[in-house]
């Protein structure tokens, strides 16, 4: 038996985890934009803290795989090397494992995007209200609400 198979198998199990923290941030990506949708800002709230939680657990998964990676040998190997190293080892669940974490990582690009375009609308339909309420000043508008026009008129100058 190759010394490397465990080795190998390692970073199989390693890259597992890593999945399966993608696949709860594209969760939690999904429930950030029903929460954006709803307006919901306690569930928002709740889901970026778990997003957060999720990416330091994925920045620590890398880490680790890095450094079982760097067992494998001892100058810098790629991960087309790894795999290809893996295939010929008999480990073929390291090719698998990668190809349904790039699917991942773009499924999880592509919500994110997503959401941040409903966070752009949002903001853009705040300012809008915020520029439509503006004009809604004491001189233009009587206190029952209705504009009150003399009160206009001695806005604008003559000249103007």
């Given amino acids: 038996m190759d010394p490397r198979k465990p080795v190998l198998e390692a970073l199989v199990a390693t890259l597992g985890r890593e999945e399966t923290t993608l696949a709860q941030l594209l969760h939690l990506a999904d429930r950030m934009r029903n929460a954006l949708i709803g307006s919901d800002f306690a569930l928002l709230d709740e889901t970026v803290r778990s997003m957060s939680e999720a990416g330091d657990n994925l920045d620590g998964l890398e880490r680790d795989r890095e450094c079982v990676v760097a067992g494998l040998a001892e100058g810098a190997l790629s991960f087309d090397a790894a795999i290809a190293l893996a295939d010929a080892v008999g480990v073929p669940a390291l090719r698998d494992r990668r190809s349904r974490i790039a699917a991942l990582a773009l499924d999880l690009q592509q919500a994110q995007e997503r959401n941040a375009r409903l966070v752009l609308g949002a ?10 309420l503006a004009g809604m000043v004491a001189p233009t508008y009587g206190a029952r609400g209705r504009q009150n026009v003399a009160a206009s008129r001695r806005l604008v100058s003559k000249s103007a």
């Fill in 123 to 132: 903001v853009r339909l705040r300012e809008r209200w915020v520029n439509i």
